[in-house]
């Protein structure tokens, strides 16, 4: 039996990815840009040659659905692997729009290949974690990254680059934890309904690309401003193509909408703070190191939890 422990970064989408051109691959229909976020992380052990096939999370056994999706990916992995057993842990809330099926599937992809003893570079590592969760291909690489969205069926243009390391440009990622519990639809089921129903799906993927190649551009230049600006025009016309789908689906709560007008009031006192939100209700604030501090203040009375995330670096293993 061969054991390898990983530990993945989760990543947040500054331009969002959103909606497949091909579900079996995870082929995304629109690239997207994001930036990798420690310190949480996901840090998971695969043993490759146990007695029978066995998934934990947190120390207790998966659910069902979580080790059938887990199993399914090393079978896609290796069709005639042998038994395995996955043992994986986050430091943060699972499943609750806060990019844990990210950070988890770069963390799975790295520790089955080295446990496999088929270590593979990084950009077959971000094709194979794709497989698992779209947005895992970005948290194999730490920093500022892109996805292509690719042309080929097969997908093998579609995968991470990064585009700037962590050191780069340090910003803040203030993290509003509005209800850390599991989201109510997934992200698959929030994309197939936008794609299937909502008038403004065109229009949403149509925008896309000049949306990556502002941020790009923003990122190289270190422009926050312009940076912010482009990270919120996605973020809401991700969303209103859920909101405009039928039967609606709106990820947001009560408290999701105060806190985006409490960020809109930050910024209108001269404080630069963007807000982004991902399939679930917490709000995520992007903002200079100077003004997190201030930016985490202002949400607190709103919101549960509060956290400051930090670039983070590439996914590795770590035993
Ligand atoms: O990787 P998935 O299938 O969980 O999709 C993630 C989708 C968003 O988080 C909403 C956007 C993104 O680009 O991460």
């Known amino acids: 039996m061969n054991r390898a422990v990983a530990e993945a970064h989760p990543n947040i989408a500054l331009v969002k990815y959103w909606g497949k051109r091909d579900r079996q691959l995870n082929l995304p229909a629109v690239s997207s840009l994001s930036l990798t976020l420690g310190p949480w992380r996901t840090r998971t052990a695969v043993s490759w040659g146990a007695e029978k096939d066995a998934v934990s999370f947190g120390g207790h056994p998966a659910s069902d659905a979580v080790a059938k999706r887990v199993l399914g990916f090393l079978d896609r992995l290796d069709p005639g692997r042998p038994p395995c057993v996955v043992e994986t842990d986050n430091d943060f809330p699972t499943g609750a729009g806060l990019a844990s099926s990210a950070s988890g599937f770069a963390a799975l992809a790295l520790a089955a290949t080295a446990a496999a003893g088929r270590p593979i570079d990084a950009v077959a590592l971000s094709r194979l974690a794709r497989q698992g969760s779209g947005s895992a291909c ?118 999701t909408v105060e806190v985006l007008h409490e960020v809109f009031a930050l910024r209108a006192r001269g404080v630069g703070a963007w807000a982004t939100m991902d399939a679930g209700p917490q709000v995520k604030v992007l903002c200079a190191p100077d003004d997190a501090e201030c930016v985490a203040d202002a949400l607190r009375p709103l919101v549960s939890r509060v956290e400051t995330l930090v670039p983070g670096g590439p996914a590795r293993v770590v035993e």
């Open 138 to 255: 970005r948290s194999i690489f730490g920093g500022y990254v892109r996805w292509n969205r690719g042309e080929r069926p097969d997908g093998l243009d579609s995968h991470a680059t990064p585009i700037a390391p962590p050191e780069h440009w340090d910003l803040r990622m203030v993290v509003a934890v509005v209800d850390p519990g599991p989201k109510s639809v997934g992200s698959t089921e929030g994309m197939e309904r936008s794609r299937r129903t909502s008038n403004l799906w065109d229009a949403w993927v149509a925008g896309s690309e000049a949306h990556v190649a502002e941020a790009h551009e923003a990122v190289l230049v270190r422009d926050l401003q312009r940076l912010g600006e482009v990270m919120e025009r996605s973020t809401f016309e991700m969303h209103a193509t859920l909101h405009s789908a039928t039967p609606p689906l709106m990820y947001w709560r009560g408290a």
